[in-house]
């Protein structure tokens, strides 16, 4: 029983290691982290059948661009501080009743559901899952959950063995999950009833992931001429890149870097974005987990899903500094080309597929009113966290 429930809670820490990536990833030990973790996400990557694991479904480099995405983003901050905050208060009256030993804790949330804590767990699982929308994390959270059903059923029957009496009128009262009324209409005693309800919330969890990630695609702001799309970072950028990416593919700094019959995606971003060392390896000012910042960053990124992505960082103006770039300068904008490659083209939204490649081919800041390039570059092949596969919207 020991070993079971050790067994279990490992993976469960090891959900929420993978799940807080992001926490990791600009925090100075990324790197200790990433040599245990990249080769599996690199393993991962090789084949068509797993490839998908390490795909996101949901914005994180770019701004949603409509309340839709924008309300399932809040909903992620929200349902991951509320179970948090659940399980902290439960954790606390579980321990407060051994210090003062009064018991099993039966008050509260007890009163109502038998293992409140995993509930909440489960729900900042959901949150946790929206606010590193890898593939993988929802896969996990899956796993997660089923172990939460054997650790419970195995707390049970030893509440049963050490008081029979008492926690068996308990279990009359109170649901496992749920509350009594609403898990008598929708549990299933059998082992093929549980088996097909989880089935189903596979399903629903992994195909509304996947149905996320088609919505963004096709609603992300994109501008498209022949084999170049660009995307805009701030949808606000729209109209701005709209109007001047013909001009700025006509420079020379571009077309002596275009190879012709490929297709390249292009990100229209603000000089100083701060997610940018996701797309390509621009420097090392944007390489987050260099900076000294990292509790900042990681309070915006739940507490303030949009604003740190744009100009809600207090590091931005240093930043900004680092880049060269001030607002004498006019409207500057950051153009980072990645040639795609391992896809058959069709349309716009196959540059974002699951399997293409994206190679990071050049840099340039532009101030867009004049055409100036302010900066140019030929850009490595990775990213600013090397082979790590990155988020592509």
């Not at 007890?110 to 949150?127: C, D, E, K, N």
């Not at 990124?301 to 744009?310: A, G, M, N």
């Not at 004498?328 to 950051?334: I, L, S, T, Y």
């Not at 391992?342 to 990071?360: C, E, G, M, Q, Y």
Request: proline residues 5%.
């Amino acid at each position: 029983m020991n070993t079971t429930k050790a067994i279990g809670n490992s993976a469960i820490v090891l959900y929420f290691v993978i799940g807080l990536e992001i926490m990791i990833m600009i925090s100075p030990f990324a790197g200790f982290f990433y040599s245990v973790f990249n080769p599996f996400l690199l393993e991962t990557a090789k084949y068509p059948a797993t490839r998908w694991l390490s795909s996101f479904f949901l914005p994180h480099m770019v701004v949603p661009p409509d309340d839709f995405l924008k309300t399932v983003r809040v909903m992620g901050s929200v349902l991951f501080v509320f179970g948090m905050a659940g399980f902290l208060i439960c954790a606390l009256q579980v321990y407060a009743n051994k210090f003062l030993k009064k018991g099993t804790a039966l008050k509260g949330l007890y009163a109502v559901i038998r293992h409140p804590q995993y509930v909440m767990l489960s729900i900042s699982g959901v949150g946790l899952s929206i606010l590193w929308p890898r593939l993988l994390v929802v896969v996990l959270w899956l796993v997660m959950v089923l172990l939460y059903y054997f650790l419970s059923k195995d707390e049970e029957r030893r509440m049963l063995k050490d008081y029979p009496e008492t926690y068996r009128v308990y279990m009359e009262k109170t649901g496992m999950f749920f509350p009594k009324k609403i898990e008598g209409r929708c549990a299933s005693s059998s082992v093929s009833g549980k088996a097909l309800l989880f089935m189903v919330l596979a399903a629903i969890s992994i195909g509304g992931a996947f149905f996320l990630r088609n919505y963004t695609v096709n609603h992300l702001p994109l501008w498209t001429d022949a084999n170049i799309s660009a995307l805009a970072i701030i949808p606000e950028d729209m109209q701005k890149m709209e109007h001047r990416m013909p001009d700025i593919l006509s420079l020379e700094e571009v077309r002596a870097h275009l190879k012709e019959g490929k297709h390249y995606l292009v990100y229209f971003l603000p000089a100083n974005y701060i997610m940018q060392g996701l797309i390509a390896d621009t420097g090392g000012d944007w390489k987050l987990y260099k900076q000294h910042h990292t509790l900042s960053m990681i309070t915006d990124w739940i507490f303030h899903p949009f604003s740190h992505l744009t100009e809600g960082h207090h590091a931005h103006s240093q930043m900004a500094e680092h880049s060269g770039h001030s607002m004498e300068n006019g409207v500057v904008r950051r153009l980072l080309f990645l040639r795609i490659e391992n896809v058959t083209i069709n349309k716009p939204s196959d540059l974002l597929s699951i399997n293409a490649r994206r190679v990071p081919v050049i840099m340039l800041d532009v101030e867009i009113h004049n055409m100036t390039v302010l900066d140019f570059k030929e850009l490595p092949q990775d990213t600013g966290w090397g082979t790590v596969p990155t988020p592509v919207f």
